[in-house]
């Protein structure tokens, strides 16, 4: 089954609409120049109204190693998403210690090389390449599905940048993603769901799953 993973999550009862359209993840922003950032504090709390089932990841942008683990461990998470511009030396360093997704901003010129650079990593998060400065995520904007799809079938890759309910189907059919993951494409306003939208997400994800016959597994970060 392919992981659906809702990031950017700033509300408990958008976190709750999220689990019960069955996503697998939920994704706490904790880049501070993110319209959809959250507190240790606020993370904390909106942790507890999540179920043990859905697995927590805290997406961070260029933090330092210890911050990160404070917080790994503080709200807890389950794993980290590294989201900026974090070297193989800080990847592999957070990798010895949690499960770690790597982000990466993917285009036609994308040389799946640079995924060697992260041996230790639990999986990639493919996003968009062409993101303005100081955006790491979060734009709407796709991703190069070609990319993806040769990376797909040799390393665990999260499909992310300008997914919606109207194309993530077509989406997984092409790029047989191990998941995918969605913010603005299921969002009313920066950080406030949709939550129709967000329950069409996951039932387009499943109708793709059932098309490729795919067997049930639950999201794992290792």
């Given at each position: 089954?392919?992981?659906v993973k809702?990031?950017g999550i700033?509300?408990?009862e958008?976190?709750?609409?999220?689990?019960?359209?069955?996503?697998d993840?939920?994704?706490l922003n904790?880049?501070?120049?993110?319209?959809r950032?959250l507190s240790?504090?606020?993370a904390?709390?909106?942790?507890?109204?999540i179920?043990?089932g859905?697995?927590?990841f805290?997406?961070?942008v260029?933090?330092e190693a210890?911050?990160?683990?404070?917080?790994?461990?503080?709200?807890p998470?389950?794993?980290?998403q590294?989201?900026?511009?974090?070297?193989?030396t800080t990847v592999t360093?957070?990798?010895?210690?949690?499960?770690?997704f790597?982000a990466l901003?993917?285009?036609?010129?994308f040389?799946?090389a640079?995924l060697?650079?992260?041996p230790?990593?639990?999986g990639?998060l493919?996003?968009?390449?062409d993101a303005?400065?100081?955006?790491?995520g979060g734009?709407?904007r796709?991703a190069?599905?070609?990319?993806?799809?040769?990376?797909?079938?040799?390393?665990?890759v999260?499909l992310?940048g300008?997914?919606?309910?109207e194309?993530?189907?077509a989406a997984?059919l092409?790029v047989?993603?191990y998941?995918?993951d969605v913010a603005?494409?299921v969002?009313?306003?920066p950080?406030?769901?949709?939550h129709?939208?967000?329950r069409a997400?996951v039932r387009?994800?499943?109708?793709?799953d059932?098309?490729l016959n795919?067997?049930?597994?639950?999201?794992?970060?290792?």
């Amino acid at each position: 089954m392919t992981r659906v993973k809702i990031c950017g999550i700033t509300k408990a009862e958008d976190a709750r609409a999220a689990c019960e359209a069955g996503a697998d993840a939920i994704g706490l922003n904790f880049y501070p120049r993110s319209p959809r950032a959250l507190s240790v504090q606020k993370a904390v709390e909106l942790r507890a109204s999540i179920p043990s089932g859905v697995q927590v990841f805290g997406v961070f942008v260029n933090a330092e190693a210890a911050d990160v683990l404070k917080i790994f461990r503080d709200v807890p998470l389950d794993a980290l998403q590294l989201h900026g511009d974090e070297s193989p030396t800080t990847v592999t360093q957070l990798a010895r210690l949690a499960p770690v997704f790597k982000a990466l901003r993917v285009g036609p010129d994308f040389s799946a090389a640079t995924l060697e650079n992260y041996p230790d990593v639990s999986g990639f998060l493919f996003d968009t390449a062409d993101a303005m400065p100081g955006q790491y995520g979060g734009t709407g904007r796709l991703a190069d599905w070609g990319v993806a799809q040769q990376a797909a079938r040799s390393h665990r890759v999260i499909l992310a940048g300008g997914l919606n309910a109207e194309n993530v189907a077509a989406a997984i059919l092409q790029v047989r993603p191990y998941g995918v993951d969605v913010a603005s494409g299921v969002e009313a306003s920066p950080g406030v769901k949709d939550h129709a939208q967000l329950r069409a997400f996951v039932r387009e994800a499943r109708r793709a799953d059932q098309e490729l016959n795919l067997p049930v597994e639950k999201l794992r970060a290792r």
